[in-house]
């Protein structure tokens, strides 16, 4: 039986990751544009920034490839 993640615990691991962070862990570049926050995507070649970054929400997503979605839930 496979054990089931306690919601709590999924919010609290999520809200402990700095997404900027994480990202510029992996030498990915993250620009601050006024109130958004964009990095170039891991997932495809690009030299513009279409990752977009929620910092708050604790989310990201490219808006081209649309991968990278948070999946913890
Ligand atoms: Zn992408």
């Known amino acids: ?3 089931t993640p306690d919601r709590q615990e999924i919010d609290d691991l999520k809200a402990s990751i700095d ?3 994480l990202f510029e ?8 544009v006024d109130r958004s926050i ?7 070649t690009e ?5 977009g970054i929620n910092r708050k ?4 997503q490219c808006c081209v490839c649309l991968d990278g ?5």
């Open 47 to 51: 030299t513009t920034p279409s990752m």
């Open 57 to 60: 929400k604790g989310v990201y």
């Open 19 to 21: 997404l900027v962070a």
């Open 69 to 73: 979605q948070c999946r913890l839930g």
């Open 38 to 44: 964009k990095a170039l995507c891991p997932f495809h």
């Open 25 to 32: 862990s992996y030498d990915v570049p993250v620009t601050k």
């Open 1 to 3: 039986m496979t054990p």
